[in-house]
């Protein structure tokens, strides 16, 4: 895992395993990641990482295994989970899914089964370039579509950045801060945003996919709260049988 990109999350999984007896069982845990491949395009260079089951060999019937964080924004699906399968000695445990947050370490003796899920595609603004610092803006840079650089604002104000938002509601992740709601299968539901310029919004899921539980197909955004000065939505997304995105229609401001 030390020749991944720098930006990858972790977090980890422990787990104790013991017979009817009291003595450890011997075996190994497998970890299979849902998704065929997360792209990384936040790293320098860009990647495209092809996740690989993590064999854990339980010594004295424990493990403490390090895993790629399901929830890493940089790696695109997010939300997605690690299927949990067992190669145990004389004993028997069905497999299950479960997410791995960043930062995090779970218990398998506390940690509660998800449905298992692919995880949800970001649809990152096409041409934001990395880097830029504090306070710096997007600008254009010529009438190509996407040609973007970093600026330092010198008006401050809120004009500056209402151009980049529809770009930054493509990732709701950019915005969230606070509380993520989730349903049962893990999709987030709502949530509280706060935009560049300090302004509150909420994040709220207007349709949830039926072929990959967890995952969010329509959703909106807006700007203000009381009142609510603009919403910016992004209509139904288009999944293949991979979950891959297909067609992402443009965010519509209202």
């Not at 065929?36 to 064999?55: C, D, E, M, Y």
């Not at 710096?136 to 579509?145: E, F, G, I, R, T």
């Not at 994040?203 to 609510?228: C, H, M, Q, R, W």
Request: proline share 9%.
């Amino acid at each position: 895992m030390g020749l991944l990109p720098a930006n990858v999350g972790y977090g980890s999984v422990t787990a104790k395993l013991i017979d009817g007896e009291g003595t450890p069982v011997t075996g190994q845990i497998v970890f299979t990641p849902t998704p065929r491949s997360l792209k990384n395009i936040t790293a320098v260079p860009k990647v495209i990482i092809l996740p690989r089951p993590v064999t854990a060999t339980m010594v004295d019937g424990a493990i403490n295994q390090t895993l790629i964080a399901t929830d890493d924004p940089d790696n695109n699906p997010v939300g997605w989970n690690w299927t949990v399968s067992f190669l145990l000695l004389n004993a028997v445990l069905e497999p299950f899914n479960i997410e791995v947050r960043e930062g995090v370490s779970v218990d398998l003796a506390e940690v509660a089964p998800v449905s298992a899920s692919g995880g949800v595609p970001i649809t990152r603004g096409v041409g934001i370039p990395p880097g830029g610092t504090t306070n710096q803006l997007l600008a254009k840079k010529s009438n190509v579509d996407y040609d973007m650089k970093w600026v330092t604002s010198t008006s401050g104000g809120s004009s500056d950045l209402s151009a980049i938002f529809p770009m930054l509601a493509r990732n709701p992740m950019l915005l969230i801060a606070g509380n993520i709601t989730r349903d049962a299968n893990g999709a987030a539901t709502s949530a509280p945003v706060v935009w560049p310029d300090g302004t509150p919004g909420v994040y709220t899921a207007l349709a949830l996919s039926s072929t990959f539980p967890g995952g969010v197909d329509s959703y909106k955004i807006t700007y203000g709260t009381s009142p609510v000065l603009r919403t910016y939505t992004q209509p139904t997304i288009t999944f293949n049988a991979n979950g891959n995105a297909t067609q992402v229609p443009a965010i519509v401001v209202s």
